[in-house]
């Protein structure tokens, strides 16, 4: 089948710049958000998550923002390193969706140095 | 490290073919989700296990089953396996049955369906 990977939008950004990585969710009423990294050759590593009660949460060089008037998540990396490199990838939660977790296409990082 | 262990990391079988998959939940968890990752993509929920019943399930065949023991580790079983069966295939736990707590996830089984 067709490789989606090769389109997967991209992001670079010099070492020690801050990156913005955004994502656009299908449901209104999802109530659950959540973001997770992923290397090469490895599982999803979760990042940070917020719930729909929160338009903001902040972690250790890392802030989610939440608009759900537009459906729109994004991840704010601060100070980015080479380590950060990888694709990311958003994913939410409804009860429309049952007890699973709806993944995003991904987006890939790539931090120059 | 998240504690959730899979086995094995790689496989080819042949169309055709069955194959099962194995997990072990991080130590406290009861409950294990598996995601089927194509290349270049998302993972796609195939279906969750809460306290050895399947607790949800996605759009998925049912080629595609699954088993949960005691000590909350986890089996996925593929029958008549096809070519688009190729796949990374992740496993993650978390605790409480809900979809809206952290998920934390295996490295994942590479499968080749030849």
């Known amino acids: 089948g067709e490789s989606v990977g090769l389109h997967l939008p991209t992001l670079s950004v010099q070492e020690g710049d801050n990156s913005i990585i955004n994502c656009a969710y299908s449901n209104s009423a999802s109530d659950y958000f959540i973001w997770y990294k992923q290397e090469s050759g490895k599982g999803p590593q979760f990042i940070i998550d917020?719930?729909?009660?929160?338009d903001k949460r902040q972690g250790q060089r890392v802030t989610v923002l939440l608009n759900k008037t537009v459906k729109h998540l994004s991840l704010q990396i601060a100070a980015t390193q080479p380590g950060d490199s990888a694709v990311y990838f958003c994913?939410?939660?409804?009860?429309?969706?049952?007890?699973?977790?709806?993944f995003g296409a991904g987006t890939i990082l790539r931090v120059k140095s | 490290e998240t504690g959730v262990t899979q086995s094995p990391t790689h496989l080819i079988k042949t169309r055709g073919q069955q194959v099962t998959l194995r997990c072990s939940s991080q130590s406290g968890h009861n409950t294990v989700s598996w995601y089927q990752q194509a290349l270049g993509q998302g993972p796609q929920f195939i279906f969750q296990y809460y306290r050895e019943e399947e607790n949800g399930r996605g759009n998925f065949p049912p080629r595609f089953s699954g088993l949960q023991f005691p000590n909350y580790s986890s089996e996925l079983n593929v029958n008549a396996l096809e070519l688009d069966d190729s796949a990374l295939y992740l496993c993650?736990?978390?605790?409480?049955?809900?979809?809206?707590?952290?998920?934390?996830f295996g490295a994942g089984t590479r499968l080749s369906v030849l």
């Open positions: 994913a939410e939660r409804s009860e429309e969706y049952g007890n699973k977790l709806v």
């Open positions: 917020i719930r729909s009660n929160m």
């Open positions: 993650a736990s978390t605790n409480g049955g809900l979809a809206k707590n952290i998920q934390y």
